[in-house]
């Protein structure tokens, strides 16, 4: 896949699943911008790997700084990604976080966090590009979701509701943007080994990794994949799909 003379926004791409996704795109000879939320060292490692496989090509590789749930931080991103490349032709709406707990005893804060970041982070973000997009009348805009947004979790009502949320707000997108040549997706990642995962219990992952045909965790390179595939040219005339990357999970 090729993506030279192209540019792409990827968000919570200093780390885990996210990265994968730049250094995919950038491998392929698109222009990165890398949207993070404050951790500078992974972002300038990022930086550099892309750097090292877009070398020969035109592309250029930044990062910014901006939390996607904050609409000011979210206008300035886009503001920097056409100041230096002049247009934005991928956007990956990958950021996102946790904050796990039952139910019963989650507090609104922390569902209203989860929400903002996840859902409105990605809202803020395809809204942006999409007004960019309409005028260039190109654009690919893919929002990594979870197979827990299509299935839900104990454990997890913010995060599945935040994930089944971007699958909604994917169909309704792709269907108003698709008589502009954008189109619209999401990928839904199963247990991918990065980060978010590594922090849970042993036991936990081990009961997952039970209820994987595949028997294992996937890699953050496998769904970047499944990106670069919505990304490119070549899925031209695939819109308002949900491909699950996962292991056959959620069969
Ligand atoms: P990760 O390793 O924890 O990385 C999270 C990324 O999001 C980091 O780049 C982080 O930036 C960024 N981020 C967090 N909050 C942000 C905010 N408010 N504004 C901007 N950036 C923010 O996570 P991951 O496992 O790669 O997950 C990436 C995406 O895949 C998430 O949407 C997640 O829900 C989804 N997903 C993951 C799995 C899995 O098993 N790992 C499964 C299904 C779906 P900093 O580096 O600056 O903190």
Redesign the pocket.
């Known amino acids: 896949m090729r993506y030279d003379g192209q540019v792409a926004v990827v968000?919570?791409?200093?780390?885990?699943?996210?990265?994968a996704i730049a250094e995919k795109l950038a491998a392929g000879g698109a222009s990165v911008v890398i949207?993070?939320?404050?951790?500078?060292k992974?972002?300038e490692e990022t930086v550099q790997s892309c750097r090292k496989l877009s070398e020969g090509s035109e592309a250029s590789i930044i990062c910014v700084?901006?939390?996607?749930?904050?609409e000011d931080?979210v206008a300035a991103l886009f503001e920097k990604a056409m100041e230096i490349n002049g247009r934005v032709d991928i956007i990956v709406?990958?950021?996102?976080?946790?904050k796990d707990g039952l139910v019963l005893r989650m507090s609104t804060e922390d569902f209203d966090k989860v929400l903002k970041?996840?859902l409105y982070?990605a809202f803020f973000c395809s809204r942006r590009a999409s007004q960019i997009m309409l005028k260039q009348r190109y654009g690919r805009i893919i929002t990594?979701?979870?197979?827990?947004g299509l299935r839900g979790n104990a454990g997890q009502t913010n995060?599945s509701a935040s994930?089944a949320g971007v699958i909604g707000m994917t169909k309704s997108m792709a269907k108003e943007l698709a008589g502009r040549n954008i189109t619209v997706n999401a990928v839904?990642?199963?247990?991918?080994?990065?980060?978010?995962?590594s922090v849970l219990p042993d036991k936990v992952k081990d009961e997952m990794t039970r209820t994987i045909p595949m028997g294992r965790?996937?890699t953050?390179e496998e769904?970047a994949e499944a990106v670069a595939f919505f990304a490119g040219k070549e899925s031209s005339y695939v819109t308002g799909q949900v491909l699950a990357v996962d292991g056959g999970m959620a069969v």
């Open positions: 968000t919570g791409g200093s780390r885990g699943i996210g990265r949207a993070y939320a404050g951790n500078d992974a972002a700084k901006a939390d996607v749930s904050n931080d709406n990958c950021a996102g976080i946790t970041v996840n982070g990594i979701s979870s197979i827990v995060y994930k839904a990642p199963g247990m991918i080994a990065t980060d978010m995962t965790p996937g953050a769904v």
